[in-house]
C-alpha cells in the first residue's frame, strides 16, 4: 500500500444536500488478509455513521488504485459488504450505503488512519485473475452482432425507438421459446415468457408477484447476490442445506417455505447436478404444499459428461415450475437479457396487476438478438463457445492433476467454474494471500453461506473460473 491520499466521497447532508469527505480505509500489510481488512473498515465507518446512508462507493478499480491492492481484494470486501446488507448495488450507477440505526452498533476502538512506511509494500500485480462470471471476449461474433445492431436502426425499424410490450419483443420471445424446447425440454409459450434486465431483476418481480406473505426458502450454500435480493425483497428466507444429490427435500419440508430458488443442473457454487429421483421428490413437495419452485438454469447450456438432463420444468405437469434463464454466460453479461418463464396461473395474476411496469430491456439489443437467433449465428456461436469452454475445462483439469494432484475436485461435469479443496492445512484467507504473492486471483466459496461455513470444510476451496487462454502459464508459477 502506498503513503495515504485521500478519496473524496460525496455524502447526502440534511442541511447543505451533499458534502465532501475524504475516505481513505485502514488497510495494513498485517496478521489478517487484505480484504477482510478493507471489509472491516468500511463496515466500522458505516456503523459509526461516517459512511451515511446513501453514500456511494468508489469504484472497485479507483479504490484498488487508491489502496495499491488488487481489484480482487475490493471485490471480495464489496461482495462481502453486499451479503451483509450494508451496501446495494444500483443497476448502472453504482454501490451505496443503505439507510442503518447507528443505536444497534457497540462502538468499537478507533483505528489509525495513516500507515508508515515500514508497513508498506508492494503489491504483486495480478496475472492471472480466476475470477467468476466473465466470458470469452475474444471469441465473440463482433460481426454479426454489429451488422444486427446496424440493422436495428434503420428507419424501417424506426418504432423500436418508442416504448416496447412489457413483457418483451414478441419476435425475441418467439425464438427464446424454441430454443429453450430444442436445448433443455423447456415446455413453453412465447406468451408466457416475461424478458427482463438480468436475473436478479426477475427474482425481485417474482416476490412482488408471489407475495412476501409466503415462506422462502434457498440452497445453502447459494449464490449471494439471489440471497440479496430475497433479502432486499422483504421476504422470509431459509437456507436450506445440501447432500450429494442437491437441495434435501426433507429439510424444505421443515423449514415450511411455500416457494424455493434452486439451480438443480449446476448447483451454485458447489456444482451438483441433482438426479432424476432428486427433481421428482422436490416437485412432489411442490405439489404437497401448493408452492413454486424457482428454477435458475444460469448455464444448462454447457455440459461436458454425459448427456444434459432436461430442465426441471420440461418434466413439471402441474404448473409449479418457474424456469429462469439468460445469456450472460452464452453471449454477453453487457446486453442485460435474462428471462422467466411463468406457469400460467401465475401469468394471469402478472397479466392482470403488473403490466403497468416497464420493458427493462432496451428494444435494439431484443430486436438484435432476435435476428440473431433466428438467423442461425445464434446456434453456431453456442456450439463453438461449447467446444471451446470443454477444451479449457480439459486444459484446467489437466493441469490441476499435474501440480496439484492432492486436490479435490468438483463441479467439473458442466458449467463454467470448478470448485478446488486443496489438501493443506491453510484457511480460505492464507491460501487467497498466497495466491496473490504470485500474481493468481482465486476467489472464496464462504460468501455463498448464509450461515457459518461448516467445520467440514477443513481446508479452503476456492471458485475457479477457465476464462483464461494461460491456464498452463498459472499453474507454472
Known sequence: MKDPTFIFLKVPHEKWGTIMIEFTPNVQKGSD????QLYKSIRLEIQKGHLPAHTKLPSQRQLAKHLNVSRNTVDIAYQQLSAEGYVKGVERKGLFV??????????????????????SAPVTPTRFNFRYGEVDLEH????????????SIHRENRDLFLYGYHQGELGLRKEIAHYIYQSRGVRCLPEQIVVGAGTQYLVDLLCKLIGTKVSYAMEEPGYNRIRETFQHAGVSLSPVPLDDQGIRVDKLYESNANVVYVTPSHQ??????????????????AKNVDGYIIEDDYDGEFRYVGLPIPALQGIDHHEHVIYLGTFAKSLTPAAR???AVLPQRLLSHYSENFTHLQQTVSRFHQYTLERFMESGDWWRHLNRTKTRYKSRQQTLLRALKTHMPDLNVSGNDSGLHVIVEPNLPLSEEELIRRAETLGVAVYPTSIYYANEKPATHKYCSDLLAYRKKQLKKAFNR
Open 33 to 36: 488478509p487484505l480484504y477482510i
Open 98 to 119: 443503505v439507510p442503518l440505526n447507528q443505536d444497534l452498533f457497540f462502538p468499537e476502538p478507533k483505528q489509525g488512519l495513516f500507515r508508515t512506511e515500514e508497513t
Open 140 to 151: 465473440f461474433p463482433y460481426k454479426q452482432w454489429r451488422k444486427y445492431t446496424l440493422e
Open 268 to 285: 451454485f457454487p458447489t456444482g451438483l447436478l441433482m438426479p432424476l429421483s432428486r427433481r421428482n421428490e422436490l416437485l412432489e413437495w
Open 337 to 339: 437479457i435474462s428471462y
